[in-house]
């Protein structure tokens, strides 16, 4: 059966299982028009491409689902790249479909032409530094092939970004095409991620964690879709468990067994426990420069088992006296089964929770303005346990912050990009129908992407928009306070929020003290409960980061 190049890229995103597709019309109406004939799925207008490529990456970061984000030709290509690299970094499965000029246009100075001939751009040059695949269609033939590379990037143990660019004339040119094909890609898929589990070196392990006075586990992003084995070995082990930022929520912050996160502004138990581990199972993390407040953590007493599924930078990063590699919920399994000691650390636990676990002093002050402890600590009394937050003020939300469940604490902490929280709560909303989703920015990082709100009136996503104001932008201006002793470039005036939510048609709240935060989130909560987005004003001092 011959079918058009669209049509197969749209039955390619059904077999995917995406849900929805992120961008603004340009020169790829063609491909458009076909994915707007999908029942399965839907076309979401952004106010910007960069904010559509959040979206993509906020939706599969709480859903572990993937995701299309696209732009047309030139500058709506181009303003994808910010969070297409954010998501490589963080590994997120999203798929990234361009368009480009006609052909035959192609190296005459087209309009908008990316193609890199002559004196143009090569967008594909960008994409290909900042995803997992790219490839440029200038044969239909192709397809087949681009299709199964496709799919690999987007479900490898390790996943990231694809990137097709489709020409005008190539997207309606027809081959001969079964989806059958697509299963094929799944069966090879299996065979390239199957590895055998190196039981000699897991007994080993188990062998030195009983012998071990001080043994912790820490969790990163790479053991969320391994959760259910890690909890087992947990659970039987009563081991210590810290994770990274990233990886909060694959233990509940309530768990008997938890010291909370490590890094910059992780809690003080966990920072200190670390320290003093004498065997430490690292799972799924790198221990990159915020994990280990900026490599200061001394770790040369340390023995050190790591699981995850590739070498990448795990060489680069501390030592490895144990290097598993592989499936590792089946790693996990096998050292669950030969871990025969059940002595537990619930002690330890107790004894470096009271160097700090989510209760500091200052949390409880009612000063004016309001400090951001206290604000976020009252917030959790609040919020539903399943909410999702997508925040960029991570200082106050992984110190002061408990979280619950995995996919719950949406962070961009890898490339850092100022802005994304909002367009991330966006996509992980429609991720996530019937939770509470939040964005939580300080004031100048909101400006950045607040026009994606009337994104969420548009399309009917409610979601709650919580603005730190104090009039600064932060981290930039406390860094500038120790190292120059004086602020420059970081101080600015703020609009008049209120009519800002006004114009927008969405709900408004405005928090200056400590007794306003109960009811005003409670109004928040039930206008968004309701099916109305909502702008939650916090007034805030200039606090410095904990």
Known sequence: MKKTINKIIVDFMEYLGIRYCFGVPGSNMGLLEEIDKSKKISLILTKHEEGASFMASGFSKSSGLPSCCFGS??????????GVAAAYYDSQPVLVLSGQIDSSFQGKMGFQESTGKGRTISQFKLFKEITKYAYKLSNEKDIPKILKETYFALNNSRPGPAYIEIPTDIMEKKIKFSNEMFKSFTLENKK?????????KIKNIAIELANSRKPAIL?????????????????????????????????SD???????????????SANEYIKDADFLIVIGASLGQFTTKNWSLNLNKTKIARFDVLTNDLTKNYRKDYLLLGDISKNV???NSVYKTNKGFRDLVIKYRKKGYFDYPEMSENSLPLKPQAFFSELR???????????????????YFKIFYPRTNIVCTGLAPVGCSLSEALGSKLANKDKVVVSIQGDGGFQMTAMELMTSINNHIPIISIVLNNGILGPI???????????FMSRFKNPDFAKFARSFGIGYEKITNKEEISPKMNNALNKVKKGTSVLVEVIINNEKWP
């Open 333 to 335: 399994a096998f050292l």
């Open 73 to 82: 030709v030139g500058p709506g290509a181009t303003n994808l790249t910010t």
């Open 477 to 487: 201006y406390n860094s500038q306070i120790k190292k120059y002793h004086r602020a």
């Open 254 to 268: 309530e768990s008997s067994f938890s010291l909370g996160s490590i890094g910059l502004t992780g809690q003080n």
């Open 192 to 200: 390239r991620l199957k590895r055998n589990i190196v039981k000699e």
């Open 219 to 251: 969790l990163g992003a790479g053991a969320i879709p391994h959760k259910k084995e890690i909890i087992r070995f947990i659970n039987k082990s009563k081991i210590p468990v810290l994770t990274t930022l990233k990886g909060r929520g694959i233990l």
């Open 381 to 399: 009394k609040i919020l539903p346990k399943d909410s999702i937050i997508c925040s960029e003020s991570i200082a106050w939300t992984q110190k």
